[in-house]
């Protein structure tokens, strides 16, 4: 019926106003050092780039690479689905004390650097780890029973403990606004269960199940430091052999080739991902999430969400929590010392976090440090918010079926939405040096700059609020759009009054990714940040790289303190209400 | 209208934050007011404040540091950066990578007169475009407590590590991803020679040495020294981490837990050098600050920053420094440019010996 209604056309120049700074703030700031680094990297090949290409496409070992990056990539990214839809059912069908503080625990994993997820992981499972410390003494055995470091078990389990809350919040949040009553009439009708969710919900679900799959894909797929910490030297991805050949063979067209090959695999799955989003959307009547989740009633229920939450916390928080204790507990057991050995609480690694005893010109105390993180995030989150916003509603007004006839405004569209999460996909080590051989003339001299920080997160943050907003702008029934249209709206009122309160969830979802990726180390490293304000990452990097029981503890102890800003922080964006569905 | 104007409110934001950033990179140019240096290294510089502030106060300038990622990343910054420099002095290229910087020519020849001080050992450019600054050892280092309660005698060289006594308590860094794993490479070549690494890389595996990426994983997860405390008490670390493991001691501590393996041959001689970097506007000042990295206030200030010796004599070194520090017998050194010409060639025959 929807699609019968003839109304004046949207004019197309302000589709395109609403296009073009995404669309710009990506020629700037990414494909043109890409195309920079690239030139430059080719430039040094002795023998041309058909020899490098020659020599790249003959090697054995970069094809096992290769396949091994795709196979884990694959394997992970199924694997975080198998966990993550039934944590999102729970999130999105049931509610219960606690549900907000678990949510945002979910997404702590996402801020940690991998050297500090390792030591979390190893004070679980590493060979002098809890459980095999445990299970040694349960069953009177010998040596360790669970092998950790440096396994393929190790880098799937590291990825889903990563990505799990991708899952989550795309799928979880979409899910908890879809109509109960469909699943209630189906089952009315005599489906089952399972027949309800595979006719009913899985074909509603599929937009954010999409999205969410093809985002933890294409990060499993560019995995770097999970593979080289946690997956040791007998595993290589196509990231870690970018990164091997620019920084310790300085083999830089070789590094090209291979970022290229990567950005196209990525470039090929999100086309393919944007036209298949684009088919299986459909208009919806969402639901507030408060209508649509249950209190816990029957035992049956509770014993399933207690299940549930069981499994995600096991996987989830209990890492954390061996972090967290790790950093107050002195373990010094072994270590030989004269004196009494001293175990047990402490709280010195945090009283030393405060001090500057070598009065190091580096220093910063840990509330600058948090107060840099969370400028950058806030500037992070603003800047995506500024760009992806207006981009995601031109990307779902002409990707979604009420599109008429494909058009030059339809294609860009549509374009932009592919090329959005193209940045997810390329080595950051390239994109780095391209920022230095790229934006190295004034009034673009950036590359010393403390802009670049928010700016390289932005780059990584746009897919993602793109992606979270897309699949609830789209879900959205034309006829709103088009009543309001019909009473006199212009398109700006419509999307103010109609389209921000209908996907107000979406947009915290998208505030929330966008605060957590810059929070977290994306890019820390590849890129010149000024000491005068390091981030959390950083300084945390620069204490775990010295030896000494106190700078391990202060890394612990600093990085205990980043869980507790990243949770508070994803709390305090979620109490925001920009409008909830259910006001109409 | 809210959206877009809220947006245009943004970008204007946005355009004036970046006009901004404009007359700061041109400040070095103009004359009036102190003047800005700039200096490149790698995240593991340190210095004192007072020590940075009287350099700016002798010459009216403001120093600047661009910490510029591990050794190897920010080299290459800088190697990119040619012609555009970011700053005026590069310091932190070492001698495994000496050769790549001198030959992208990122570094302009300085005579200074504080060389006259420095052991020509250290001089590795004849050129001197790349200045020494100060020298540090890699080698094996041992959780001392394994050892005395199971009456073993600790390892005193590379040879003992194939011994079956030392069966299964070596961890060791991935030489392709980690510069102390390199560098314990380059130890053994330069100890067994071209032509014997291999074969003991080939005993090391049969006794059971675990190989990891980076030296956080072998020194916090698989050393049983550290506070990581894990299962091996044999590690590739430096001749410093002993010392650090007094001063960083919680509680504190009057021995060190751990202590390393000083036998001839069994380290690796790591020398950093500082350069002034080619095109720079400042080469006076870049002149001033090179000469000051080597001037004994700076190379006394180093080794309790950063655990290095100085490589100038006249430097006054702290008591607590040298207490713990293990000095090697015979370091073992290679010729750089044969490490840049065979650093891919040895890491590759290295990785079919001891990984496949």
């Known amino acids: 019926m929807d699609r019968r209604v003839k109304l004046p056309r949207r004019p197309a120049l302000g589709l395109w106003l609403f296009l073009l700074p995404a669309a710009g703030f990506l020629a700037l700031f990414y494909f043109f050092p890409l195309a920079t680094i690239a030139q430059v990297s080719f ?33 992970s990214t199924l694997l975080t689905l198998a966990v993550g839809l039934p944590g999102a059912y729970l999130l999105a069908r049931y509610r219960f004390r606690g549900q907000g503080l678990l949510r945002a625990l979910t997404a702590v994993p996402f801020v940690l650097p991998t050297l500090v997820v390792a030591a979390a992981f190893n004070a679980l499972l590493g060979p002098r780890g809890w459980v095999n410390v445990g299970l040694m003494a349960a069953f009177d055995l010998s040596a360790p029973p669970v092998t950790f470091v440096n396994t393929f078990g190790a880098i ?37 269960p399972a027949r309800a969710f595979r006719e009913v919900t899985l074909p509603l679900l599929a937009p954010a199940l999409g999205a969410a799959a093809l985002l933890v894909f294409i990060f499993d797929f560019t995995s770097f430091g999970v593979i080289l910490v946690l997956g040791g030297p007998r595993f290589a991805t196509l990231e870690t052999e970018i990164y091997r050949q620019t920084v310790y063979l300085f083999n830089l067209p070789v590094a090209a080739v291979l970022a290229l090959i990567q950005l196209l695999c990525t470039l090929g799955l999100s086309v393919a991902y944007t036209r298949l989003s684009a088919r299986v959307a459909a208009p919806l009547n969402l639901r507030a999430a408060r209508d649509t989740r249950q209190p816990l009633r029957t035992p049956r229920a509770r014993l399933t969400a207690g299940l549930l939450v069981g499994g995600l916390v096991a996987l989830l928080v209990l890492p954390l929590a061996a972090l967290a204790l790790r950093s107050v ?57 500024a760009l992806g916003l207006p981009a995601a509603w031109a990307v779902a007004a002409q990707g979604s079926r009420e599109a008429k006839r494909p058009d030059a405004t339809s294609a860009a569209a549509l374009a932009l939405d592919a090329l959005l999460l193209l940045p997810l996909g390329t080595s950051a080590v390239t994109l780095g040096l391209g920022f230095i051989v790229a934006l190295d003339t004034p009034p673009l001299d950036l590359r010393a700059s403390p802009l670049l920080l928010p700016l390289a997160h932005t780059l990584v943050a746009l897919p993602f609020v793109v992606r979270s907003l897309v699949p609830a702008l789209r879900s959205i029934r034309p006829r709103l759009r088009q009543a309001a249209a019909m009473l006199g709206a212009g398109p700006a009122r419509v999307w103010r009054e109609i389209d921000l309160p209908l996907v107000g969830r979406a947009v915290i979802v998208a505030a929330t990714f966008a605060f957590t990726l810059s929070l977290g180390e994306f890019g820390a490293t590849a890129i010149i940040a000024r000491p005068e304000h390091p981030t959390v990452p950083v300084v945390i990097y620069r204490l775990i790289g010295l030896p000494g029981a106190l700078n391990y503890g202060q890394a612990l102890a600093l990085s205990t303190i980043l869980m507790v800003v990243c949770t508070v922080g994803i709390l305090a964006i979620e109490r925001l209400r920009v409008g909830e569905v259910g006001e109409f | 209208m809210k959206a877009i104007s809220k947006y245009g409110l943004f970008m204007a934001a946005l355009a004036v934050a970046l006009a901004g950033c404009a007359p700061a990179a041109t400040a070095r140019a103009t004359p009036s007011g102190p003047r800005t240096l700039t200096v490149m290294t790698h995240d593991s510089f340190a210095l004192s404040a007072d020590v940075k502030a009287e350099f700016e106060a002798a010459h009216n300038v403001t120093v600047q540091f661009l910490l510029s990622g591990d050794s190897g990343e920010a080299l290459g910054k800088a190697i990119l950066a040619y012609g555009q420099p970011l700053a005026d002095v590069f310091y932190g290229v070492d001698n495994t990578f000496l050769s790549r910087a001198l030959d992208e020519n990122i570094f302009e020849a300085y005579n200074s007169p504080l060389l006259a001080d420095i052991p020509d050992v250290f001089e590795l450019d004849p050129q001197r475009r790349a200045l020494p600054v100060n020298y540090g050892d890699v080698c094996l280092n041992y959780d001392k407590a394994y050892f005395a309660e199971r009456g073993l005698r600790p390892p005193a060289n590379l040879e003992d590590l194939v011994l079956p006594a030392y069966r299964d308590l070596t961890v060791v860094e991935n030489p392709a991803t980690s510069s102390p794993g390199m560098a314990f490479l380059l130890a053994t070549i330069g100890h067994f020679g071209e032509d014997g690494y291999l074969n003991y890389w080939a005993a090391l595996r049969a006794n059971g040495v675990v190989v990891v990426n980076d030296w956080e994983t072998a020194y916090y997860t698989e050393f049983s020294g550290s506070s990581g405390a894990g299962p091996r008490p044999i590690v590739v670390s430096y001749g410093s981490s002993p010392p650090f493991e007094v001063i960083y001691a919680d509680p504190p501590i009057t021995d060190a837990p751990t202590a390393a393996v000083t036998g001839a041959g069994s380290c690796f001689r790591q020398i950093e050098f500082v350069g002034i970097l080619t095109g720079t506007p400042n080469r006076d000042l870049a002149e001033a600050w090179v000469d000051f990295m080597l001037s ?41 440019k044969a490490i840049a010409a065979n650093r891919e060639a040895w890491i590759e025959a290295w990785t079919a010996a001891v990984l496949r």
């Open chain 1, 43 to 75: 430039a040094r090949a002795a023998g041309g780039l058909a020899a490098v290409l020659a020599e790249v496409a003959g090697s054995a070992v970069v094809r096992g690479i290769f396949a091994f990056t795709v196979w884990q990539a694959a394997l």
């Open chain 1, 156 to 192: 799937l389990l590291a990825h889903v403990f990563y990505n799990t809350t991708i899952v989550l919040r795309l799928v979880g949040d979409f899910w908890s606004r879809l109509d109960p009553r469909l699943v209630a009439a189906a089952r009315a009708l005599g489906a089952s």
């Open chain 1, 329 to 385: 507990v002195r373990l010094d057991a072994e270590r030989g010392q004269s004196g009494p050995v001293q175990t047990g609480f402490t709280l010195a690694f945090y009283q030393e976090l405060g001090q500057n005893r070598r009065n190091n010109l580096f220093y910063v105390p840990p509330t600058a440090a948090i107060g840099n993180s969370l400028a950058a995030a806030s500037a992070t989150v603003a800047l995506a918010l």
């Open chain 2, 296 to 336: 004994p206030r700076f190379q006394a200030d180093m080794p309790l920053q950063m655990f290095v010796f100085p490589v100038n004599p006249n430097a006054a070194l702290d008591p607590t420094f040298v207490k713990y520090l293990a000095v090697p017998d015979a370091p073992v050194s290679v010729d750089p």
